[in-house]
């Protein structure tokens, strides 16, 4: 399936209205107002059905019930350092207001902006804002106003808009190659429309295909180095790689709405799980047992990987993607081995709680397994 021109498959989502009360679903649906890069999606109205019988029926069933409905949509999609901002926002959850003295988000130069994604405990709407998270009253946040971490996905199929209301994410893959980078999202959504009078193929049809620049495979630096809250990563801990995974999970769970038992409630993580980063990379060559002796001794490591545009979003400030793990282990290190050839190694590195703010990462307001970091002309903060 092509990316996203203006012509075939066209897909775009908008974080949907801000509120001041726990609401789910959405009251209505977002318009959406850009097209995402859409390589290929897969649908699914999420529809189970049980049959029954009845005494008069025979052998035969009598017919269905529907018992469950939680639509999906997994979208995949060209890797952009502009444009894909709402979904790094509503994967991790939080984006300050403001850290110290600096404002998100923040300007580094005219037309040049910094934002700064972090973990949040809590998904859903049943949590306000809080002054601890960066923000103040009256000027930025009003009073009692609630996380919003869902969005309108919608689809024009041609010949009708097929539209995911109040779509969470359940996951996030961001995969790095040679042949190229994409973003694939996994989302969970209360319901799916056919006949949207908000989202149409008149509407849709107006809006602009993506021109953000795409992220290669060769803007990649990944470095990772054992643990220090003294001394950060540098030069010489550059990790040879020929291929790079980043895959967040949100493991979110949803109970049957209180009315009909089919649409869900609005989703929150699984009990006792928050978000998992996994990194999975391959190490072409394997000249030493540094990854499996890391693994026996369950070392303790911290990691970032910094993608680089030649592109500039304005002058000396290129168009940037940064992932940072503060602290993180290796849960696996397989030994390839392929014939007479020289074996590699595929590392798997699962983020970790850091026990204080690692050595050269960007200050977090709070502390959390992951940060992603994204420079780009988006002048807007994509949660208020």
Not at 163 to 170: A, F, K, T
Not at 219 to 225: P, S
Request: proline share 6%; hydrophobic share 45%.
């Amino acid at each position: 399936m092509a990316e996203t021109t203006g012509i075939g498959l066209r897909a775009g989502f908008q974080r949907e209205a801000i509120v001041t009360a726990p609401t789910w679903p959405a009251v209505s649906a977002a318009a959406l107002t850009a097209l995402l890069p859409l390589l290929d999606f897969q649908p699914n109205d999420g529809i189970e059905k049980s049959g029954y019988a009845t005494v008069a029926s025979g052998l035969g069933l009598a017919g269905f019930d529907v018992i469950h409905a939680m639509p999906t949509a997994t979208p995949a999609l060209k890797a952009t350092y502009q444009g894909l901002e709402a979904f790094w926002a509503c994967t991790m959850g939080h984006m300050a207001k403001r850290i110290g003295a600096i404002v998100f988000p923040e300007v580094l130069a005219t037309g040049v902006y910094r934002h700064l994604f972090e973990q949040d405990t809590d998904l859903g709407t049943t949590a306000g804002w809080t002054l601890g998270d960066g923000f103040q009253l009256g000027t930025e946040l009003l009073l009692g106003q609630r996380k919003v971490r869902r969005g309108t996905f919608a689809v024009d199929m041609q010949m009708s808009v097929w539209e995911w209301l109040s779509s969470m994410i359940q996951a996030a893959t961001l995969q790095a190659e040679p042949g190229g980078v994409t973003l694939t999202v996994e989302l969970a959504s209360h319901s799916l429309n056919r006949t949207s009078v908000v989202n149409t193929s008149v509407t849709i049809g107006k809006l602009l295909p993506s021109t953000a620049p795409g992220i290669l495979f060769s803007d990649l630096a990944f470095r990772l180095a054992p643990y220090s809250a003294g001394t950060p990563l540098g030069s010489g801990d550059v990790q040879r790689c020929t291929s790079w995974t980043l895959r967040l999970e949100n493991n979110l769970e949803a109970s049957p709405g209180p009315r009909t038992a089919t649409a869900p409630e609005e989703y929150a993580r699984a009990p006792a799980n928050t978000l998992r980063v996994t990194v999975t990379f391959v190490d072409p060559r394997h000249t030493a047992d540094t990854w499996q002796t890391r693994w026996g001794l369950n070392t303790i490591l911290m990691a970032d990987a910094k993608f680089t545009s030649e592109r500039l979003v304005a002058a000396g400030q290129p168009y940037r993607l940064n992932v940072y793990l503060p602290s993180c282990q290796v849960t696996n290190a397989q030994l390839n081995v392929a014939g007479a050839q020289l074996p590699s190694d595929t590392v798997q590195l699962v983020g970790i709680l850091p026990a204080a703010a690692a050595a050269g990462m960007p200050t977090m307001s709070r502390l959390g397994s992951c940060a992603i970091e994204v420079v780009s002309g988006l002048a807007t903060h994509p949660l208020l």
